[in-house]
């Protein structure tokens, strides 16, 4: 069974800093853009960031540039999203996903393939 996997999200102060891990299983990330969303509850999901695989082009919505990294390890087959400067707007429940080589920063269950479970970040003092 192919999966995505989330973790590493949980409650920090402003300013602090996580970094989120998206791991797959049944397959490796090699050959796809993998591409992290947010959702707050009733919203719509947003794109925050993405990596592509055929020249690890990465991707950043404007409000998080500067303060967020995405990088990829193939080999551990996981993705990470360093997110530093963290406030109180960046809360939300956050997703993976894995579609094809090139990134889209929408929420397009029609080119992303696979998604994972959502991991919480909470930002509050």
């Known amino acids: 069974q192919l999966q995505l996997v989330e973790s590493g999200g949980g409650l920090v102060q402003p300013g602090g800093s996580l970094r989120l891990s998206c791991a797959a299983s049944?397959?490796?990330?090699?050959?796809?853009?993998i591409g992290w969303f947010r959702q707050a509850p009733g919203k719509e999901r947003e794109g925050v960031s993405c990596?592509?695989?055929?020249?690890?082009?990465?991707y950043y919505a404007d409000s998080v540039k500067g303060r967020f990294t995405i990088s990829r390890d193939n080999a551990k087959s996981t993705v990470y999203l360093q997110m530093n400067s963290l406030k109180p707007e960046n809360t939300d429940v956050y997703y993976c996903?894995?579609?094809?080589?090139?990134?889209?920063?929408?929420?397009?269950?029609?080119?992303?393939?696979?998604w994972g479970q959502g991991t919480q970040v909470t930002v509050s003092s």
């Open positions: 996903a894995a579609g094809p080589a090139s990134c889209r920063l929408v929420a397009d269950t029609d080119w992303y393939d696979y």
């Open positions: 990596i592509s695989s055929s020249d690890d082009s990465t």
């Open positions: 049944g397959f490796t990330l090699d050959y796809y853009a």
